[in-house]
């Protein structure tokens, strides 16, 4: 029997239901029990709220134990391999991890056979026919035999209904004896070469998730490094077994053979404890006595960079050998080692797969980063939109991302300021803007991270929340931040600034007010022509004045507006009702510099036209408009006019 809910914490159940994993289905009940209890419709909707809220915390919880068992079982793959003396073994556990982690019934891989030109079965975890587990497939033929010619994965979610794949009869024999209908398969690389393909499979229809092929490629990565060095194994105790007679051979052999296992242990504890790029690197150069460096893509010999990546293997360059860091086809950067002009096969492969497990760190460190710039942007999130949130929980959110909201921060809005190229051959608008969207927030979001700050995609474009040093300014720090964002991005990046708040974390509600201050004088810079530059208000001089927001109680944008409706606000409301130029006029003639002339050329219209418009002008704002001191106003209110629109326009009347 159940009890009545009288807690008045809605997310109290909620919570209670997260610390025992409760499933989804759970989470229903609060809200069922309180509406039978008849709560109150706003009882109901806070239930609902807390259950959202919930059920989104176990779907991050649930995300990150699966990837932390995908990891998990990656890192015993990798130690099985340095372990290596059964290859059966090795890949048999490979193919059930792969079942197990991906949730099949099927799971299986094959290797290709250079003689017979074709691709064999060579073991499998969960299946039940004699006839499939026994399969050859020709190159091309099947799902398998595209994959093992294609060297791309391929995925099917019915493989009869299919008609991407060749059938025949032998193969659709043995995969419907198996029962098999949902198929995944992507290739063992080596190199550049294909020497088989692993398969996960299900006796039903399913749609396999990107996550899930990309995972899949991991295990056939470590199959394919397990097949290579068992192989090497074995040809190196071919050539023990044939050179007894040369001793000093055999002990170099043996050295080299040693070191390789040296690395592959070394390596496989440093993935294991955490361990980093540099590391990686200072491990691999112990072992071969030399000099080891991990160099950015663009920071590499790119002719050497590139025929490594193609190749897949090191590859020499003058003194040095360079081994490219790559995964999914993304070349992150290479492994050089210095001062080695010889180098032995096997250290050279030694090389090649430190250059693997280079990968597998940037990919695992690249995640994680992406994590916590998601964090921060959260963070800033609540900052903007929930100035009433606990200065509490927002100073210890703020610690955890070693950040001090109690210190001084500035509010930047930065947004790209790229010229545009002519339509012809070049992306669509919306497409080109998101990725320059995407751009600005990953370098805003990095810059954020390295200076204890935080940074936000928002409005269609990226702001900031950073600390203010000691000495510093509000305009230095958007300039300097605008230099940086160019930089990364590489192309002009406009950034306005607020005034500093003191304490964001006690005074929450100061951000979104600043927020709205860095945006306004954002705008300011591209109307004043000043795109791809960094400012504060205070750069503005009186303008910065009328931009600086609400900091006087004075409701937002209500100064802007009350200075440019009593300057111009008459001509603005004559254009309005007439359909006239006057203010298109004023324009043009203070850019001339107050000459008829000139202005007439700008305006492509007889002169006798510019006399009589700034007659009108005249008899609206009286006979002293052209004077110092009234024309310096004017010309302020026009620019904060084309700035902001502040002046309300009635509608024209007949």
Known sequence: MSTPMTDDQPETPYLELLARGAPAE????????????????????????????????????????????????????????????????????????ARSLLGTEVAYLTLNDPTAGDTYMRVTDGSVSARFQQLRLGMGEGLGGLVAQTARPYVTDSYFDDPRFQHTRTIDAGVSDEGLVAILGVPLLLGSGVIGVLFAADRRVRVFEREQIALLASFAAHAAVAIDTANLLAETRT???????????????????????????????????????????????????????????????????????????????????????????????????????????????????????????????????EAE?????????????????????LRERAARLRADLDAPHVVLAAGIDA??????????????????????????????????????????????????????????????????????VHAPVTVGASAPVAAPAARPAEVAASYAEARRCLAALRVLGRAGEGAAAEDFGFLGLLLAGTRDGAPDGTRVRDFVTRTIGAVVEYDARRGTGLVRTLDAYFASGMSPARTKDELHVHVNTVAQRLERVGRLLGADWQSPARSLEIQLALRLHRLTGAVEHPPPTS
């Open 419 to 488: 010229p545009r190229a002519e339509p012809a051959a070049e992306p669509a608008p919306a497409a080109e803007d998101a990725a320059d969207r995407q751009r600005l927030w990953s370098a805003a979001s990095h810059l954020a991270a390295t200076r204890q700050g935080l940074a936000a995609a928002r409005d269609g474009g990226t702001v900031l929340l950073l600390p203010l040093a000691d000495g510093d300014s509000a305009d230095a720090l958007a300039r300097r931040i605008a230099r940086q964002l160019g930089a990364a």
């Open 373 to 393: 710039q998601r964090v921060r942007g959260e963070l800033l999130d609540d900052l903007l939109d929930a100035p009433d949130r606990e200065p509490r929980l």
């Open 26 to 97: 759970a989470y229903e009940r609060p809200g069922l029990r309180a509406r039978a209890e008849g709560a109150p419709a706003e009882r109901l909707a806070a239930l609902e709220r807390a259950k959202l809220l919930a059920l989104r915390v176990r779907g991050e919880l649930e995300g990150r134990r699966r990837r932390e068992a995908e990891l998990s079982a990656l890192f015993e793959t990798a130690h099985d391999l340095a372990g290596l003396r059964d290859l059966d073994a090795v890949l048999q556990a490979i193919v059930q991890r």
């Open 239 to 369: 050539a023990l077994a044939e050179l007894e007679a040369a001793n000093e051979i055999i002990r170099d052999r043996s050295g080299v053979i040693e070191r390789a296992s040296e690395v592959h242990d070394r390596l496989t504890e440093l993935v294991l404890r955490g361990g980093g790029v540099q590391d990686v690197a200072a491990a691999v150069a112990e072992v071969l006595s030399g000099s080891v460096e991990f160099l950015e893509a663009d920071e590499a010999p790119a002719g050497a960079l590139d025929r490594s990546r193609a190749d897949g293997h090191a590859v020499r360059h003058g003194e040095d050998w360079v081994a490219a860091v790559s995964a999914g086809g993304e070349l992150l950067g290479a492994l050089v080692l210095h001062g080695h002009p010889r180098l032995d096969p096997v250290d050279q492969r030694t090389l090649e797969r430190a250059a693997m497990v280079t990968s597998l760190l940037q990919l695992a460190r690249r995640s994680a980063g």
